[in-house]
C-alpha cells in the first residue's frame, strides 16, 4: 500500500504540466470553423450554434466559413491541409467523415488518417417510410409486401452515397428483398416522391419526414436508431422489430486536422462540450428534429471507424456505382 501511494505521489507531479497546458491553451488570433456546405443547413446551424458558445470561453472572435462542393469535400480538404494548431476546424456531417472515401473515387481526404476527433455535436436516425396506400404498418408486413412485387419496389433515394440511400441498401441487403434507387435531389425532393407515389418507400431523415408522418402524409414503420424519437413515440424501431443490424442516420461533429497537439484538442473538446450543454443549444437543435450528443473525443473516433467499416461492406456487397 505505501509503495503504491509514493507512485501516485510521484507521478502527480507528472500528470500537473499535461493539465495545466490544455487548461491554459488559448487561441492567438480568431478560429475558423470550415463548414462545407452551403449556409442553412443543420450543419451550418451546428456550426453558428457552437460559435455563440464558444467565443466566450476562447477569448477570440469564431468564424464560419461556408466552403461548399463535392458533397463536403472541397471544405474537408481545406481543412486537412491546413496548420494543426487549433486555428481551422472543419464542422462535418457523418456522409462527409464516413462515407464519402467509400463511395468517391478519390475524395482527396481520408477521415481517420487526415483528422483528429474533437465532438460528436448532434444526430438524427433515419426512418422508413411508406406511401399510406402500401398495406403495411410494420417491418414484417413491409418485407413481404416487398417480396410479393414482381421484381421487387422503386425506393425514392437522396442521392448516391447518401446515408439515407445506404441505409435502404442495409435493409435491403439484411432482409433479402429487391429494390431499385430512383435519385431526387436531395431527402425533401426524396420525400415528396413518396407522398405522391411516385416511389413508395424510402428511407430519409427523421427530422425531414417527421412532420408529414405526423400529418399523416406519411406512414413511419420503423426508426433505424437506438431509440424511438419523441416527437413520433409511436413509431417503434428497427431493433423491436427484430433488425438491430439496420443502424442509419446521419450526425455531426467537428475535426481538426490531424497532427494537432492533443492539448489543444482537449481545451476545444471542453468548450465545445460546455457550450452543446447549454439548455438553448439542446433546445434549438431539438425543435427541428436533432439530438444533442455531444461526446469524448474517443467516443467520436470510435463512431467513425464503425460507421466507416459499415459503408465499406454495405457499397461493397451492393455494388454501388462510385464516381
Known amino acids: 500500500m505505501r509503495r503504491r501511494h509514493m507512485l501516485a505521489l510521484l507521478s502527480a507531479p507528472l500528470l500537473l504540466p499535461a493539465i495545466a ?10 478560429v475558423t470553423m470550415v463548414v462545407p456546405f452551403p449556409p442553412g443547413g443543420p450543419t451550418d446551424l451546428a456550426a453558428r450554434l457552437l460559435q455563440n ?15 461548399p462542393g463535392a458533397t463536403g469535400a472541397i471544405g474537408s480538404r481545406f481543412v486537412a491541409q491546413a496548420a ?20 468517391m473515387r478519390s475524395a482527396g481526404y481520408e477521415t481517420e488518417r487526415d483528422f483528429a476527433p474533437i465532438t460528436l455535436v448532434m444526430s438524427v ?26 421484381g421487387g419496389v422503386n425506393y425514392a433515394s437522396s442521392g448516391v452515397g447518401s446515408s439515407e440511400q ?49 400529418a399523416g402524409a406519411l406512414r413511419g414503420i420503423a426508426v433505424a436508431g437506438p431509440r424511438r424519437m419523441s416527437t413520433l413515440p409511436d413509431v417503434p424501431t428497427m431493433t423491436e422489430q427484430g433488425l ?22 482537449d481545451k476545444l473538446n471542453e468548450v465545445m462540450v460546455t457550450a452543446l450543454r447549454a439548455p438553448e443549444v ?9 439530438t444533442v450528443d455531444a461526446s469524448s473525443r474517443a467516443d467520436l473516433a470510435r463512431l467513425i471507424a464503425s460507421d466507416l467499416a459499415r459503408w465499406r461492406e454495405v457499397v461493397r456487397e451492393a455494388k454501388i456505382q462510385t464516381n
Open 53 to 67: 458558445g464558444m467565443q466566450p470561453a476562447l477569448g477570440q472572435p469564431v468564424v464560419v466559413d461556408n466552403r
Open 282 to 290: 439542446q433546445d434549438r437543435l431539438g425543435r427541428v428534429g436533432f
Open 21 to 30: 497546458r490544455a487548461q491554459n491553451w488559448a487561441p492567438s488570433r480568431p
Open 166 to 214: 445506404l441505409g435502404m441498401e442495409l435493409f435491403r441487403l439484411r432482409t433479402s428483398t429487391e429494390a431499385t434507387a430512383v435519385p431526387y435531389q436531395g431527402g425533401p425532393a426524396a420525400m415528396q416522391a413518396v407522398i405522391q407515389n411516385q416511389a413508395p418507400i424510402a428511407m430519409l431523415n427523421a427530422a425531414t419526414v417527421g412532420p408529414q408522418v405526423q
Open 125 to 150: 436516425p433515419n426512418m422508413l417510410v411508406v406511401n399510406p396506400a402500401v398495406p403495411a404498418r410494420t417491418v414484417p408486413e413491409v418485407v413481404a409486401w416487398m417480396k410479393a412485387q414482381p
Open 84 to 103: 494543426p494548431d487549433g486555428h481551422t476546424l472543419l464542422v462535418a456531417a457523418s456522409g462527409t467523415l464516413t462515407i464519402n472515401e467509400v463511395v
Open 244 to 265: 438491430p443490424q439496420i443502424v442509419s442516420g446521419s450526425w455531426t461533429a467537428v475535426v481538426a486536422p490531424k497532427a494537432t497537439p492533443a492539448n489543444i484538442l
